[in-house]
């Protein structure tokens, strides 16, 4: 069974820095995300990396933000670093592995990030 568990969200000042994990159990996934739904706005993607570790980011975290990945571990993570009051939403953990055509996406229950200016 999959499941896909964040950790590490909180409080932070403008100028901090957090580091979320996704602890990922029941499978690799081809690709694993991060995205973020700040309140009355849509989920965005933050970044994503693939197994091979090629990642892609959003422009508004280019910079700042890095995803990573521990396959042996079964975890992905995001340092954000010099983070905004725009950067405040919930982060989203997401693995996507390719099924019988089509991708197969899971979700995690999400993590509270809140930037205070």
Known sequence: QVQLVESGG???????????????????????GWYRQAPGKQRELVATITRGGTTVNADSVKGRFTISRDDAKGTVYLEMNSLKP???????????????????DYWGQGTQVTVSS
């Open 86 to 104: 725009e950067d405040t939403a919930v982060y989203y953990c997401n693995a996507k592995i390719w099924g019988v055509g089509s991708w197969d």
């Open 10 to 32: 909180g409080l932070v000042q403008a100028g901090g820095s957090l580091r979320l994990s996704c602890a990922v159990s029941g499978s690799i996934f081809d690709i694993m």
